[in-house]
């Protein structure tokens, strides 16, 4: 399993664009790469998932680098209710049979204030 | 959408007692789920994974016997704490994945063990 690591906190200001980065350098061909938010006392929530290059939802977007060695989630416009623990996570998404098991690092703690 | 709801939320015991907890998929259907535990301020550790009519696979360092996994159908996994001590209180969260390639997991929003 691919290796994750993340900043353990950052801070920001309601109205700011977030970029968090994390690093996967011994990530896999077949890995997928997907990031949660987290609420305490409550499961993780998924935002985004991506393979390469950029992918874009309603909440964020995800830029992967051609390397794939690190991806970048970025948070247009955070609000006070963004303030949350980010983890960034790589699994082969099912397709070696493996059930698309993942290993949770520390996450990133995002502190949103007015 | 993709929902997955766990319960109890939240459940009180006393040492020796088994806990049941339940994990459903909603709205999907589900051919492997997972079974995470987490302390406070710590990030989520893997348990056990379990696939639809199968048994259930342990990490390292987690008793199946002490933890026993079942996964009946493909909305429905179980996770007993068998013989419940004050150390295994924590916060169990399960997920979910649908059948597909490159599916992500949805987790439930997990229960708070106390054992007394």
């Known amino acids: 399993l691919a290796k994750t690591t993340q900043p353990i906190s950052m801070d920001s200001y309601e109205g700011q664009e977030v970029n968090i980065t994390c690093s996967h350098n011994?990530?896999?061909?077949?890995?997928?790469i997907t990031w949660y938010q987290q609420f305490p006392s409550q499961g993780p929530r998924f935002i985004i998932q991506?393979?390469?290059t950029k992918v874009t939802n309603e909440v964020a977007s995800l830029f992967i680098p051609a390397d794939r060695k690190s991806s970048t989630l970025s948070l247009p416009r955070v609000s006070l209710s963004d303030t949350a623990v980010y983890y960034c996570?790589?699994?082969?998404?099912?397709?070696?049979?493996?059930?698309?098991?993942?290993?949770f690092g520390t996450g990133t703690q995002l502190k949103v204030e007015l | 959408g993709a929902v997955v709801s766990q319960h109890p939320s939240w459940v009180i015991c006393k040492s020796g007692t088994s806990v049941k907890i339940e994990c459903r998929s909603l709205?999907?259907?589900?051919?492997?789920m997972f079974w995470y535990r987490q302390f406070p301020k710590q990030s989520l550790m893997l348990m056990a994974t379990?696939?639809?009519?199968?048994?259930?696979?342990?990490e390292q360092g987690v008793e199946k016997d002490k933890f026993l996994i079942n996964h009946a159908s493909l909305t429905l996994s179980t996770l007993t704490v068998t013989s419940a001590h004050p150390e295994d209180s924590s916060f169990y969260i399960c997920?979910?994945?649908?059948?597909?390639?490159?599916?992500?997991?949805?987790f439930g929003d997990g229960t708070r063990l106390s054992i007394l």
């Open positions: 379990s696939n639809e009519g199968s048994k259930a696979t342990y």
């Open positions: 709205d999907f259907q589900a051919t492997t």
């Open positions: 996570l790589v699994g082969d998404g099912g397709l070696t049979g493996g059930g698309n098991k993942l290993t």
């Open positions: 991506g393979y390469k």
């Open positions: 011994n990530i896999a061909t077949n890995d997928y």
């Open positions: 997920s979910a994945r649908r059948r597909g390639d490159n599916q992500p997991q949805h």
